[in-house]
Structure formats: C-alpha cells, structure tokens
Nanobody, 118 residues
C-alpha cells in the first residue's frame, strides 16, 4: 500500500520560513519523480516544485528563488524548504509521486495546511 505522509505545515508570519517533509512508503522511492503541489479553495491544484529521480528540479515562477525542493532516497523523503513566505503562499500543500514512465502524479498525500499571515 502506497502512503505519502506530509508534515511541517502551520502558521507563519510573512517573511518567515517553513520546511515541509513527505515520507513515502510502498513505492520504490528512488525511481519516482516527486513533487509538491498546492491548492486554495475554488482553484485548481498547481505545481510548486518537482524533482526527478536523478535530482533535476523545476519550480513555479512564483516560488523561484524562495523555495527549494530536495530528496533523500535513503530516508524515502522529499522536502520543501520555503523561505521569504508571502500571504499568497497560503494553501494546502500536497506531496505527489509520479511512477516512472507516467505523465501524471499517481499518488497523493493527504495535504498539509500552510498559512502565511501576520
């Protein structure tokens, strides 16, 4: 059974930092591309950052220079370091795993709330 468990969300003031983590089980983690998405009510889930099995990263323009995605294959975790947070970063953040050869995310975590507010 595949499980993705996010942690690290919470309330932070503008300009602050948070680090999200996602622990995976039930998959050959090192072979999967991993990603972080976010969603606010009434809008589609959007890609924040992803990282291939080889460690190549991509970022949404809105977070470039502020967020950093990383993975630890030994621990089967993917993390998202979020710095210089803005109120518009407020959303539910989801971890996703993409099976090798697939175009879409096949597995999702339950999500973790990030709120940026003074």
């Amino acid at each position: 059974q595949v499980q993705l468990a996010e942690s690290g969300g919470g309330l932070v003031q503008p300009g602050g930092s948070l680090r999200l983590s996602c622990a995976a089980s039930g998959i050959t983690f090192s072979a999967y591309a991993m990603a972080w998405y976010r969603q606010i009510p009434g809008k589609q889930r959007e890609l924040v950052a992803d990282i291939t099995s080889f460690g190549r990263t991509t970022y949404a323009d809105s977070v470039k220079g502020r967020f950093a995605i990383s993975r630890d294959n030994a621990k089967k975790t993917v993390s998202l370091q979020m710095d210089s947070l803005k109120p518009e970063d407020t959303a539910v953040y989801y971890c996703g795993a993409k099976e090798p050869g697939r175009l879409r995310i096949g597995y999702w975590g339950q999500g973790t709330q990030v709120t940026v507010s003074s």
